[in-house]
Structure formats: structure tokens, C-alpha cells
């Protein structure tokens, strides 16, 4: 059993990794790019029975700072 | 115009980010995390025109060190 989660900024918080990734491509001559977010991806291994809510709580104690970031869960 | 990619350590390669969030995971009680892979999605907002093939080579070029890491590209 596998979840992926995504840990994404949120809206309206700063990100400076995708603005430096935006801007190096920028300037080697990718012109149609408009704007970079960069977030992490998580892929967890589960034991038989583990349920999205306990990937919710892993996230919501460890994974992601909810602050300033959202998270998505995707049960494969 | 959208595209969201994905890039994840190839198998086979060490992934002390993973291995640690699995070990801290496991210190906090949650005992059915059997492993844990880390990556990074990179979330592209692209002008009218471009093409899977352009963010392909961005990826090659930039967004991935393509002797230790694969990548994915969705467009959505």
C-alpha cells in the first residue's frame, strides 16, 4: 500500500527556491515560463491497514509546517 | 498552461532524506511506515505554446541531475 503527498507553500508565502529556479530559466532562454512553485513530494511505504487519516496525521505532526503549508494526500 | 513535475531519486540511489523522515515517523509511534522516499515536485506556470517536449528539456538541462534522479512531467 502506497500514499504519495505533496507539501506544497501556500499561496501568498514567499517562495524563494522557485523563484530562483524561475529565474535560471529564465535566463537560459526558456521565455515561457511565468512563475515556479517548488514543494517536496513524499512516497510512503504502508503496512496493510494504514488508513489515509493516519497520513493525515503524519502530516499534520511532522511532513508539513501548516503555517505557511498545505498539503495533498493521494492514496495509490 | 500548467505542468507539474515530479523528481524523485532513481532506485537503487540513498535517500538519507527519506530514511530519516521513515526513522522519525517510526520514533513518533507510527509503526505501519515500512519506507519512505523523498523528492521534489516543481509546479511550472507556462505562457500559451509550450510544449511537453520544451519542459522535458528543461528538466534535462536544469530541474533534474539526471545521473541519480528521474523525473516525471504531467501537463495539466
Known sequence: M??????MLKTGVLDPQG?????????MGFDKVEGVRQGKVIDLDLAE???QADVAEMCEKL???TVIE???IEMV
Open 63 to 65: 511532513l508539513a509546517n
Open 70 to 72: 498545505r498539503y495533498e
Open 19 to 27: 523563484e530562483a529556479v524561475r529565474h535560471a530559466l529564465t535566463a
Open 2 to 7: 502506497k500514499a504519495r503527498v505533496h507539501v
Open 49 to 51: 491497514g494504514a488508513t
